[in-house]
T-cell receptor, first 115, second 113 residues
Framework: KAGVTQTPRYLIKTRGQQVTLSCSPI?????VSWYQQTPGQGLQFLFE???????NKGNFPGRFSGRQFSNSRSEMNVSTLELGDSALYLC??????????????FGSGTQLSVL | DQQVKQNSPSLSVQEGRISILNCDYT??????FLWYKKYPAEGPTFLIS?????DKNEDGRFTVFLNKSAKHLSLHIVPSQPGDSAVYFC????????????FGQGTTLQVKP
């Protein structure tokens, strides 16, 4: 069974640009969550999607947005990039995200560098 | 406001000894806690979890202890192996926020041969 796939693996952008990151969950998983990892900050929750609907949202500005498609694949978009957006962006999937005991399976992430 | 805190950025232990990683939380609504391990250039992988109705959960060399009154949990690794060297993240969630985990900053564990 293939794991969570994130593309691209690395990305370099300049301030003011926008970027779109992609995530393909494990087959059969319908919940997709996004996290931002920066040094010293751990992983911070961005948002979670289930059946093409955003069910939960973290404390990030509106420049961060996402969507989920009918095949459960998800994209995350960051507009008007700032230097502080440089981070590892991780996607995680689970079956339905409705039970506490459901484990999140993470992809390897997209390393975004904003110059 | 950091709701989940791992106050030790790093820990170094000898192979065969016990590794103890600590985690504190502030939100009394949290009722499920997890530990994830992360190697460089890889995503975090689930290690072990514990529900708030328990105070201990064991899986092989890994044991997680929960002290609800102190809002503290710890991960014990016995015996530690060089392959355990990684970043360990503590995470918490509550039943109203499925799909959303609150992570600590992580502790880098180095197990020396």
């Amino acid at each position: 069974k293939a794991g969570v796939t994130q593309t691209p693996r690395y990305l370099i952008k300049t301030r003011g640009q926008q970027v779109t990151l992609s995530c393909s969950p494990i087959s059969g998983h319908r919940s997709v969550s996004w996290y931002q990892q920066t040094p010293g900050q751990g992983l911070q929750f961005l948002f979670e999607y289930f059946s093409e609907t955003q069910r939960n949202k973290g404390n990030f500005p509106g420049r961060f947005s996402g969507r989920q498609f009918s095949n459960s694949r998800s994209e995350m978009n960051v507009s008007t990039l700032e230097l502080g957006d440089s981070a590892l962006y991780l996607c995680a999937s689970s079956r339905a995200g409705t039970a506490l005991e459901e484990k999140l399976f993470f992809g390897s992430g997209t390393q975004l560098s904003v110059l | 406001d950091q709701q989940v805190k791992q106050n030790s950025p790093s820990l170094s232990v000898q192979e065969g000894r016990i590794s103890i990683l600590n985690c504190d939380y502030t939100n009394s609504m949290f009722d499920y806690f997890l530990w994830y391990k992360k190697y460089p250039a890889e995503g975090p992988t689930f290690l072990i979890s514990i529900s708030s109705i328990k105070d201990k959960n064991e899986d092989g060399r890994f044991t997680v202890f929960l002290n609800k009154s102190a809002k503290h949990l710890s991960l014990h690794i016995v015996p530690s192996q060089p392959g355990d060297s990684a970043v360990y993240f503590c995470a918490a969630t509550d039943s109203g926020n499925t799909g959303k985990l609150i992570f600590g900053q992580g502790t880098t564990l180095q197990v020396k041969p």
